[in-house]
């Protein structure tokens, strides 16, 4: 079959590769539909993020057919079934999936050594996303191998096209999660920055949760448009100070809840030293992230506010103002997404009309141009915000 294969940094390739098999009785063997290239695949990209070897098959957001099932799936999944594979991979069994907190599940990460060394605790498996979390084949591909199948998997109905559903795997639970773990009241501004497929999810997510006004800071025009498009105040911070604009909105008390869709990439500025400084020591290997949002958003939250981070960092971050954090009253609320946890309440509304998460996508291709793609993706040409894969 057809796969795009990491072979090191910014080098993605579209191989031939085995198809995958049954290799234990709780396995499916899916056909994908569809699939995209996500934010985090960035990382991977220009290698940020350790623990990726060649040979490793991207991707992390996929649906399909399901080909093929083991013994082991007891029913839970047959030939035929139309399915969207979240990227958290859940034994639905242990302590932490009991609990909801998917993306912690203790059973799926066959790595686990190698995460309890970095991470102090093992975390769940993640497809397409280094050996940190397992080294599992992603779903930028023509067939996938889904482990834990029985509990990995969100069923979806024929009557909505893949457009429409392929984002429960990912960015919408993402976003969503990222506005709902900030308890939004009716009086409350929202500030979201990075107005990227994660972030437009989360725009729309705190809007339908009940906020008063939710603020997008970008310096991407067609990002904002999209952004204000579906409701949102833009903030572009090449244009104008995104603190005086927060304060102006606010009537000078800041947002009550920050969310930061950029994570460990903030976009490098003259007019803000702190991200020439993490450019630099990110260069010499002193500081693996770029936090300039985290600081920005420490700094401009309302006192007894809430810092969601569903953006992803991947190891050490310097000059965070933790006495501003902590006498402020900050309650910050992160992590990868427990994807399950939403998608039953999320299908329902984009069956009701709600929300169609299609909104995002500007550019749909073929397989074979992934790799030309991530650099399209990666240098945001042609105005592209979410690409999405036909295998």
């Avoid at 907190?101 to 497809?127: I, W, Y």
């Avoid at 280094?130 to 969100?154: I, K």
């Avoid at 572009?236 to 009550?256: H, I, M, W, Y």
């Avoid at 953006?311 to 971050?317: A, C, R, T």
Wanted: proline fraction near 5%; aromatic fraction near 6%.
């Amino acid at each position: 079959m057809r796969a795009l294969v990491w072979h090191g940094k910014e080098d993605i390739r579209c191989d031939q590769v085995s198809d995958p098999e049954i290799e234990d009785e709780r396995d499916a063997i899916i056909k994908v539909t569809s699939c995209a290239i996500c934010g985090s695949d960035l990382h991977l990209y220009h290698n940020y993020v350790p623990a990726m070897l060649p040979g490793d098959i991207m991707g992390h957001e996929m649906m399909g057919e399901v080909v093929e099932v083991g013994k082991g799936v007891n029913g839970a999944l047959k030939k035929g079934d139309r399915i969207v594979v979240p990227f958290t991979i859940i034994c639905g069994q242990c302590d932490q999936c009991k609990r909801q907190n998917f993306s912690v599940c203790e059973r799926t990460n066959r790595n686990k050594n190698l995460g309890d060394k970095v991470f102090g605790h093992p975390t769940a498996g993640l497809f397409g996303y280094t050996h940190l979390t397992g080294g599992y084949p992603g779903g930028q591909a023509e067939y996938m191998r889904v482990p834990f199948a029985d509990a990995t998997h969100v069923k979806v109905p024929d009557s909505l096209t893949d457009e429409q559903v392929l984002f429960l795997g990912d960015i919408l639970p993402t976003g969503w999660q990222a506005a709902a773990q900030c308890d939004i009241e009716p009086t409350d501004t929202v500030a979201v920055w990075g107005c990227g497929a994660v972030g437009q999810m989360a725009i729309r997510s705190a809007l339908l949760l009940g906020a008063k006004q939710v603020v997008a800071i970008d310096c991407l025009p067609e990002r904002l448009s999209m952004a204000a498009a579906g409701g949102a105040i833009a903030i572009n911070f090449a244009q104008e100070s995104v603190v005086e604009r927060l304060q102006e909105l606010t009537s000078g008390k800041g947002p009550d809840k920050c969310i930061d869709c950029v994570g460990m990439e903030s976009h490098v500025s003259l007019a803000h030293p702190d991200t020439v400084y993490d450019r630099a020591k990110q260069l010499m290997l002193m500081e693996n992230d770029r936090p300039h949002v985290l600081r920005e958003m420490i700094y401009v939250c309302r006192p007894a506010g809430v810092i969601s981070v569903p953006g992803v960092y991947s190891g050490l971050v310097d000059k965070i103002p933790m006495g501003q954090a902590m006498n402020k009253g900050l309650t910050f609320r992160m992590g990868q997404t427990h994807v399950n946890r939403w998608t039953e309440d999320l299908l329902r509304l984009i069956e009701d009309g709600q929300i169609d998460p299609s909104f995002v996508i500007t550019h749909t291709v073929g397989l074979e141009q992934g790799p030309e793609m991530y650099k399209v993706f990666r240098d945001k040409q042609d105005s592209c915000i979410k690409v999405v894969l036909k295998p």
